[in-house]
C-alpha cells in the first residue's frame, strides 16, 4: 500500500503576517530622498547634527531607523527630523 505524499500549499508568509499593515511594527526612518530635503539645501546630517547639537553618529542611527527613539535623545532627534 503505497501512500502518495501532498504537499501543503500556504500562501507567502508576506500576505498572512499580521505586521503587514500595521505602522507601528516597522521602524520609522527618513526618507532622505522626500523627507527633509538635506541634499536640496546642500546640508548633510553630519552638519545638522552639529548645528543643533546632537551626537551625527546618534543622528545617523535614528535616520537609518536603527534606533526604537522612545525617549531621551533619539526621540529628539526623531521629532526634529520630523520622523515622529
Known amino acids: 500500500m503505497t501512500t502518495s505524499?501532498?504537499?501543503?500549499?500556504?500562501?507567502?508568509?508576506?500576505?498572512i503576517?499580521?505586521?503587514?499593515?500595521?505602522?507601528?511594527?516597522?521602524?520609522?526612518?527618513?526618507?532622505l530622498d522626500k523627507g527633509t530635503?538635506?541634499?536640496?539645501?546642500g546640508i548633510n546630517l553630519a552638519a545638522w547634527a552639529r548645528e543643533k547639537g546632537f551626537n551625527p553618529q546618534l543622528v545617523y542611527l535614528v535616520a537609518r531607523g536603527?534606533?526604537?527613539?522612545?525617549?531621551?535623545?533619539?526621540?529628539?532627534?526623531?521629532?526634529?527630523?520630523g520622523m515622529k
Open 66 to 81: 536603527e534606533r526604537k527613539c522612545l525617549r531621551g535623545q533619539s526621540h529628539i532627534i526623531a521629532k526634529e527630523l
Open 37 to 41: 530635503d538635506f541634499r536640496a539645501h
Open 17 to 31: 503576517s499580521p505586521r503587514m499593515n500595521n505602522p507601528l511594527s516597522t521602524p520609522n526612518r527618513l526618507n
Open 5 to 15: 505524499y501532498m504537499p501543503i500549499l500556504r500562501p507567502a508568509l508576506s500576505t
